[in-house]
């Protein structure tokens, strides 16, 4: 929070004309209208992709349908930005495209290109709040209207569309919100959102002072988005009303619609999974390694040697918060564990450019240094931290405490004895979730990383930024099993929780 | 004179944003070797004195001694791993990151530690997990489970043991083997054990002593068969078992009832509810004198049969065995085995109070 609130006063602080002339000109206009048209058009295009997707993997009899279930959320895995990186080298007349079947591709850049990377990578986002909500939606509602003599069609904009609306909307938000915050596909793509334009500008001449005001309109952007979403919200009843039970309809029966479904879900996976992996695996294997090791090996311990820290640091942070939130629920433990997602919310590049500030002027001798770099990343994955851990309290009840005061052990060697050894499992992924997730993150990394400090992410970009593709793959593909781990750790926590 | 090793006096406890207390003016005595039970209806503040006399809960008002030794007074507050009490709680609570043998070892403090795997085994083995050291928690069954619960409450040697609902989700078999086994255990190292239950009938067959709550008030305390057979209130008669409340016009030792003459078992004048149960009552052919009535049901149990009588407006249980001829429609009369205890006398004249001495 602290940043956040001196990035405002700073801003205030400085020549309120200077100040006014930065946010009210011709060019924020634009980087606003470009957010906002980019936001709204990727919402659109994972809504009307998911909702299918959704509605096929979660209400139907699709065959290999756990496996499509599994397997659609797979581009979460995969940063925004090595997506970008593979639309930028598998287009173009000497892409990877052209080199392997002979056809050229147009390469995507700016708007479209932009638009079809973070779709794909938001696609599951708004998949797994659809499905959410498709499953706990009440289906005897659609047979009432089918008795009313509505036609199937109708039914589904009439019945089934606003009870999804809650899943839409949340959906929306966190889509809308990625999208703000995205720094690594709208800079290669060079499409001039307002992070790339704060990027921009503080690599310009008048540096925090000139992003500043950017930063502001960001964080003010992605307020306006969490707030609308709690009004729309608000006006929102869908409980059941009257009695009866909701009751599980059975999967509705495909038969000739079956193998294009499919096809359907096929396609998605190859545009979001096999796609990006080929293309990477496809230029890793194209590239002369030789000189490059020792460069890749720089780059994986520099990224090794903040994520752990961080990993440890988020843990260590998580631990009593959860902790508080579910032993001693009250208004002041429950906003420090709200703490985590305002963390997660807020649009990294800002949330780093304040930072920079404060560290320069309250503690000029860390600028620059790793230390506010772990800073940073420990507060912005808090919030990933946080759950599984939660999670694991619940299997560690409170009598188990008691039963360990009772036998002789005060409340700091219960802790030691019981609670921590029962949370451990919890604990385990809250480390790998953090670091897996500092090992691929990009915006905080480019703005407070130390001189010379290269880490894997900063590599992909610049390589890509530079349109070297052949060397970024090398980069890519360790980025790459990073991901393939994070959903195994996910996919781990699932099992243990069920 | 006995000692008692764990003595309550008027505990009382409110909880926060509640208007009315929990447990109030609580107080009772348990001697060594002896199980205490608690029982009541759910909600009656029975599992917040047992989590008051262990140090969970903070008690408002009152006093906990363990032998001479205060645990909780008006400046004294032990907190509860410094209370030497052992606990058993409902969901048993066993740690499960630890063995049977390590759950059991937990509690042994302050010697070295093959004298605590020593006196671990030792108690395992006397109650019968011999063998399951080795095991996990989830790996063994619920009566297992329980045994294990009571070994690890009792294993760092208290002389006082608490069991909160420690049978309830056990089968009536194991229920019933492993209530023994916490008598004989009470008895053999001379623990002082309460025992809170819900179930009116586990109350009555393991308690040494008894006592009924309602409301956070102990309405009766004393050995099972007396509150049993001489309930000091409607509440107590209607809670420990079925009963025949019965009003009655008391002149001295008898009154005058709907179903004739009965002999009362103290002197009181006036308007009274007497409580007589199924088994005090007997079934009779219609007698010269006392009002007739007619079998208007009966119920078959194997052992024995309960027959529903009705006598003027009012019906009544009445206990009779298996080959008694009576059937329904039989005309029918009832008569009192015994005295019949006086279970509100709120409508009495004001007599100079007998009291039956308190066991």
Known sequence: MLPLGYLVVRS?????????????????????????????????????????????????????????ALALVLPLAIPGYLMAYTLLSLGGDYGAAFHLTGVSVPRLRGFWGSLVALSVYNFPYMLLNLRAGLSGYDTSLEEVARSLGQRPGRVFFTVVLPQLRPAILAGALLVSLHVVSDFGVVSLMRYETFSYALYQAYQGAYGTRGAAPIALLMMALAGVFIVAELLMLRRVVLTRAGAGQARVRRPLRLRRWAWPGVVFVCLLLMVGVVLPVLTIVYGALGVEMGSQWRALRGAVVDSLSVSIPSAVVATALALPIAYMARRYPSRWSASLERLGFVGYATPPLAFALGLLVVTLRVVPGLYQTAFVLVYAYSLHFLAEAVGPIRAGLFTANPRLEEASRALGYGPFSTFARVTLPLLRPGLIVSLSLVFLSVMKELPLTMLLAPPGFETLSMNIWQYTEDAMYGSAAPYALVVLGVSALFVGVLVFNERRMA | MKVPQLCVHNLTKTFAGCDSPVIRDVSFCVYPGEVLTLVGPSGCGKTTTLRTIMGFEHADAGEVKRGDEVLQDGVTFVPPELRKIGFVFQDYALFPHLSVL????????????????????????????????????????????????????????????????????????????????????????????????????????????????????????????????????????????????????????????????????????GAVTLSLRPEHLELHKPIEGRPGGKVIAREFKGHDMTYHVRIGSAEYLVQADAHCGFKVGDAATVCPRMAAAVVDDSGAEPVKHVRLPLA
């Open chain 2, 102 to 269: 390590q759950n059991v070892m937990f509690g042994i403090r302050g010697v070295p530690k093959a004298r605590k795997r020593a006196i671990a085994t030792e108690v395992l083995w006397m109650i019968g997990l011999a063998g399951l050291e080795d095991r996990r928690p989830h790996d063994l069954s619920g009566g297992q489970q329980q045994r294990v619960a009571l070994a690890r409450a009792i294993a760092p040697g208290s002389r006082v043991v608490l069991l909160d609902e420690p049978f309830s989700s056990l089968d009536p078999d194991t229920r019933h083997t492993i209530r023994g086994e916490v008598r004989m255990l009470a008895e053999r190292a001379k623990m002082a054990v309460v025992l809170v239950t819900h179930d009116q009938e586990e109350a009555l067959s393991t308690a040494d002593r008894l006592a009924v709550m309602r409301d956070g008030v102990i309405e009766q305390l004393g050995p099972p068969e007396f509150v049993y057979n001489h309930p000091a209130n409607r509440f107590v008669a209607q809670f420990l078992g079925r009963t025949n409340l019965i009003e009655c016009d008391a002149a001295g030792r008898v009154g005058e009832t709907p179903i004739g003459k009965v002999e009362l078992e103290r002197e009181v004048r």
């Open chain 1, 12 to 68: 205030l602080g400085a020549d309120a004309g200077e100040v006014g002339r930065a946010v009210f000109r011709w060019q924020s206009l634009v980087q606003l209208s470009n957010t906002l048209l980019l936001c709204a058009s990727v919402v659109v295009v994972t809504t009307v992709t998911a909702l299918p997707a959704a509605w096929l993997t979660s209400r139907t009899d699709l065959p290999m349908k756990r496996f499509f």
